[in-house]
T-cell receptor, first 112, second 111 residues
Framework: DTGVSQDPRHKITKRGQNVTFRCDPI?????LYWYRQTLGQGPEFLTY????????KSRLLSDRFSAERPKGSFSTLEIQRTEQGDSAMYLC??????????FGSGTRLTVV | GENVEQHPSTLSVQEGDSAVIKCTYS??????FPWYKQELGKRPQLIID?????GEKKDQRIAVTLNKTAKHFSLHITETQPEDSAVYFC??????????FGRGTSLIVHP
């Protein structure tokens, strides 16, 4: 296990297209988080899962954003009908109940 | 956490000096306080953390102090080196298990 993996590393898409990002957490971590980070800002919380249950999704930026973690392992974040304002780094993190929050390398989204 | 204030936003020091970054939080239930270092274009990396039952923790040149009464915690870096230059983020975590991050401090260490 080499840590939290995210795919793809970079995504360029045209406005209006849908995009999906994947996150593979550290295998023994039961909690998985999605964040958005724009230049000069700290990570902005979007949603999180404990195992397969999505325990907080009210901070997803709009109804165009959705996330899943169907088997309690990897997770996907989908953005529908992308807008230029969605351009950002999307970070995934995982942790156990004892902490150890570890970030993935992120997916940099550019909407043109 | 609910809200985390981080200061300063930029910190410039000479190599060998100490650097201190401070954060305040508002959630009384916060009990875990990690610090992250993020180099340009890279992921935030956990460098040190502290739990609410401890007042101070050290790891070589890095230390974190926590004052629960005043609801603030600080990162201390001694004998700074140019490779310490990065953006540092504090965070707090309470019963919701959702970390809240500060806005970051850009540390510049001049050789």
């Amino acid at each position: 296990d080499t840590g939290v993996s995210q795919d793809p590393r970079h995504k360029i898409t045209k406005r209006g297209q849908n995009v999906t990002f994947r996150c593979d957490p550290i295998s023994e971590h039961n909690r998985l988080y999605w964040y958005r980070q724009t230049l000069g800002q700290g990570p902005e919380f979007l949603t999180y899962f404990q195992n397969e249950a999505q325990l907080e999704k009210s901070r997803l930026l709009s109804d165009r954003f959705s996330a899943e973690r169907p088997k309690g392992s990897f997770s996907t974040l989908e953005i529908q009908r992308t807008e230029q304002g969605d351009s950002a780094m999307y970070l995934c993190a995982s942790s156990s109940d004892r902490g150890g929050y570890t970030f993935g390398s992120g997916t940099r989204l550019t909407v043109v | 956490g609910e809200n985390v204030e981080q200061h300063p936003s930029t910190l410039s020091v000479q190599e060998g000096d100490s650097a201190v970054i401070k954060c305040t939080y508002s959630d009384s239930a916060s009990n875990y306080f990690p610090w992250y270092k993020q180099e340009l274009g890279k992921r935030p990396q956990l460098i040190i953390d502290i739990r609410s039952n401890v007042g101070e923790k050290k790891d070589q040149r890095i230390a974190v102090t926590l004052n629960k009464t005043a609801k603030h915690f600080s990162l201390h870096i001694t004998e700074t080196q140019p490779e310490d230059s990065a953006v540092y983020f504090c965070a707090d975590l309470g019963g919701s298990y959702i970390p809240t991050f500060g806005r970051g401090t850009s540390l510049i260490v001049h050789p």
